[in-house]
T-cell receptor, first 112, second 112 residues
């Protein structure tokens, strides 16, 4: 089945220690998104890639970076995690910008 | 700025007790309104897209409707497995601003 996969499902890191979260898709979609979701809050868009074009939301901290080496994979790098970065990180894909977004299972990040 | 407000925040129903969830929105030219289901610790699962006022879509015990100002998710004779958080999101029609704006969700609990 075509799907969006996120690894790992759970990640524990230490304050200030860089961490990378992974997303892959078998849908062959053009757009890949990264969202941050904190408890009982709406998902918050961090950035997205349309093919190789990177689009950063204005309020996304510089501490968050992303890479998309090919169509199937996208990575979220948190350079120096703070306690406030503990959250669920969701990857989503869509065929084009106007189309339905399909989400992966998420990665729960804990910062000690 | 696009806005989405969902009510109630939480809803507890007895098994078989039908009800409706509300999603009120303001958006610059609606391109689409999306409903997602989110189970605890997981990513949102796509349910429906509605594009224009008067449109309705159904899936099993769920029916989504749309007016120019709000959408309803009607749940008929719910079962315990329908317990989840239901998220509503809107996508504006302005070129270059196709991102989703989410509400904070309605947490639905179905009691056996």
């Amino acid at each position: 089945d075509a799907m969006v996969i996120q690894n790992p499902r759970y990640q524990v890191t230490q304050f200030g220690k860089p961490v990378t979260l992974s997303c892959s898709q078998t849908l062959n979609h053009n757009v890949m998104y990264w969202y941050q979701q904190k408890s009982s809050q709406a998902p918050k868009l961090l950035f997205h890639y349309y093919d190789k074009d990177f689009n950063n939301e204005a309020d996304t901290p510089d501490n968050f970076q992303s890479r998309r080496p090919n169509t199937s994979f996208c990575f979220l790098d948190i350079r120096s995690p703070g306690l406030g970065d503990a959250a669920m990180y969701l990857c989503a894909t869509s065929r084009n910008l106007q189309d339905t977004q399909y989400f992966g299972p998420g990665t729960r990040l804990t910062v000690l | 700025e696009d806005q989405v407000t969902q009510s109630p925040e939480a809803l507890r129903l007895q098994e078989g007790e039908s009800s409706s969830l509300n999603c009120s929105y303001t958006v610059s030219g609606l391109r689409g309104l999306f409903w997602y289901r989110q189970d605890p610790g997981k990513g949102p699962e796509f349910l429906f897209t509605l594009y224009s006022a008067g449109e309705e879509k159904e899936k099993e015990r769920l029916k989504a409707t749309l007016t120019k100002k709000e959408s309803f998710l009607h749940i008929t004779a719910p079962k315990p497995e329908d317990s989840a958080t239901y998220l509503c999101a809107v996508q504006g029609g302005i070129f270059g601003n196709e991102k989703l704006t989410f509400g904070t969700g309605t947490r639905l609990t179905i009691i056996p």
